[in-house]
């Protein structure tokens, strides 16, 4: 409800809220847990399909998921650790929000 406040009111100033979704390590994919601090895994398709439907109420607010469950393109050689991006994935994930961004201009 609290996410849903923020767009509203972002919305009345004409602002563009986007949630994103950092890639975390597909390891998690054999866990239980979504992430290393996260929800059970199990939970996170309906949770997901919950954030993706405010963009349809609310057309001011672009979810970015680039973690996928786990199925993302980001190697580890692009994360500090399981949780974290090093500088390469850092650079790929600005490039594609700056593209993302570049398209709202």
Same mark, same amino acid.
């Given at each position: 409800?609290?996410?849903?406040?923020?767009?509203?009111?972002?919305?009345?100033? =004409? @602002?563009? @809220?986007? #949630? @994103?979704?950092?890639?975390?390590?597909?390891?998690?994919?054999?866990? #239980?847990?979504?992430?290393?601090? !996260?929800?059970?895994?199990? /939970?996170?398709?309906?949770?997901?399909? +919950?954030? *993706?439907?405010?963009?349809?109420?609310?057309? *001011?607010?672009?979810? @970015?998921? +680039? *973690?996928?469950? !786990? *199925?993302? =393109?980001?190697?580890?050689? &692009?994360?500090?650790?399981? #949780?974290? /991006?090093?500088?390469? !994935?850092?650079?790929? &994930?600005?490039?594609?929000? =700056?593209?993302?961004?570049?398209?709202?201009?």
């Amino acid at each position: 409800n609290l996410l849903i406040d923020i767009i509203k009111e972002a919305s009345e100033h =004409d @602002v563009t @809220v986007i #949630g @994103v979704e950092f890639p975390q390590s597909p390891a998690f994919r054999e866990t #239980g847990a979504y992430a290393q601090f !996260g929800i059970q895994r199990s /939970l996170m398709p309906q949770l997901f399909e +919950e954030i *993706n439907d405010i963009s349809k109420t609310y057309p *001011n607010f672009i979810f @970015v998921d +680039e *973690n996928k469950m !786990g *199925n993302h =393109d980001y190697t580890d050689d &692009m994360a500090l650790d399981a #949780g974290h /991006l090093a500088t390469e !994935g850092a650079t790929q &994930m600005s490039i594609r929000l =700056d593209s993302l961004l570049r398209t709202l201009e």
